[in-house]
């Protein structure tokens, strides 16, 4: 049975940095990589970074030069780091991984919230 458990949301400042976590288990981050997702209220979830298994990673247009991404992949643990945070209320992060079959596994989810 797969699960992932994001983790390392919170209340920051805005120009603060903070690193979101996604651990997992029943599955391999190394074979099928991982995603990241964002939802504010009211919006659809929509996709910020990926990172597959030879730690290449991808993000989506909005977050690239917005504030500095990193991403570190492990087995079973993902973290993302991101800094000089821009308030925007209230975010929801997800973790998402397709593997294995029947593939397509979300987290609960880690809110973070930046504001003064």
């Known amino acids: 049975q797969v699960q992932l458990v994001e983790s390392g949301g919170g209340l920051v400042q805005p120009g603060g940095s903070l690193r979101l976590s996604c651990a997992a288990s029943g599955v391999d981050f190394n074979i099928y990589g991982m995603s990241w997702y964002r939802q504010t209220p009211g919006n659809q979830r929509e996709f910020v970074a990926h990172i597959n298994k030879y730690a290449l990673t991808s993000y989506a247009e909005f977050v690239k030069g917005r504030f500095t991404n990193s991403e570190a992949i492990a087995t079973n643990m993902v973290s993302r780091y991101m800094d000089t945070l821009k308030p925007e209320g209230t975010v929801v992060y997800y973790c998402?991984?397709?593997?294995?079959?029947?593939?397509?596994?979300w987290g609960q989810g880690t809110q973070v919230t930046v504001s003064s």
């Open positions: 998402r991984s397709m593997g294995p079959p029947p593939g397509n596994y």
